[in-house]
């Protein structure tokens, strides 16, 4: 496995996109060699996240509603070095993220959707692929994003995490740390992990401000239900605002096991 290598380029200003793209491949073949990869310096929000993962010391990420793998790809490149197990229902989704995955032996990708029952049920799929959702979209989602308008239907699997955690953790061995982005539907993957959430030592949830999916909770009762399960609001990063009006929309919490928070 490659070392990372963060590099801030403070005295090289490359403003042409192509430039910038074949001296990244130069240097990584240079330092390919020599066993060293070169990535982007974690900054802001993603520089917090990695350290939070640090110091918590966390071995593996369970990544609900994954898409085509933005979050793990982040925190990979921000040097993250442990197991990242991704879940992701969308077929069309899934297909880009599976190939991510195929030649990292600690990023693994399963195709459900985690909700608070087993069984089946139908996701709408929106134009823009990331805001497809089991729940109604509202006019307010639509008229701050057009894209995310629904442009058809799928029959998907979902599952329990209760129902499938012990069947790629080692409980009381790993340290987890749980990632959920489901447009609206991450109260209903919390309440479908009650035994789960024993094991886990910290949760980044999507939470919005304004009701963007229909019957989705609002934000303080996301912290009500998190706190019912021993988690404290450990930060919050902005999320999604409306272009238009500014007024922001969504944020994500980073909560911790309550007993957990060190110095």
């Known amino acids: 496995m490659f ?3 963060a590099v801030l380029y403070s005295g090289i200003r490359v403003n042409n996109r192509t430039m910038k793209r074949e001296l990244h491949k130069a240097l990584n073949v240079i330092l390919n060699s020599v066993g060293f990869e070169l990535c982007k310096f974690p900054y802001g929000s993603l520089k917090r996240k990695i350290e939070f993962l640090r110091h918590y010391q966390t071995d593996t990420i369970i990544d609900v509603g994954a898409n085509t793998g933005q979050f793990a790809e982040s925190v990979l490149h921000g040097g993250f070095k442990g197991r990242i197990v991704s879940i992701e229902p969308l077929s069309s989704a899934f297909s880009i993220l599976q190939k991510k995955t195929l030649h ?5 990708a399963l195709q459900m959707a985690l909700g608070d029952f087993d069984g089946e049920s139908t996701i709408n799929v929106s134009r823009n692929s990331a ?10 989602h639509l008229a701050a994003a057009p894209e995310s308008r629904y ?7 979902v599952s329990k995490l209760d129902s499938i ?6 409980a009381g061995r790993e340290k987890v740390f749980l990632k959920i982005d489901t447009q609206g539907f991450e109260k209903n993957v919390i309440t479908g992990a009650e035994l789960s959430l024993q094991h886990i030592d910290g949760v980044q949830l999507e ?10 909770p609002t934000f303080l009762q ?8 021993g988690f404290m609001l450990f930060s919050l990063e902005p999320g999604y605002s409306n272009p238009f009006s500014k ?3 969504q944020v994500d919490g980073i909560f911790l096991k309550r007993n957990l928070l060190k110095a």
């Open 3 to 5: 070392q990372k290598v």
């Open 104 to 108: 990292r032996h600690n990023w693994e």
């Open 131 to 140: 805001s497809s959702s089991i729940l109604p979209i509202k006019e307010e």
């Open 151 to 157: 442009i058809s239907t799928e029959i998907i699997k």
């Open 165 to 170: 955690f012990n069947q790629f953790i080692d």
């Open 207 to 216: 939470m919005s401000l304004v009701e963007l999916y229909e019957g989705e």
């Open 222 to 229: 996301m912290i009500s239900l998190m706190e019912s399960y």
């Open 247 to 249: 007024q922001m929309l």
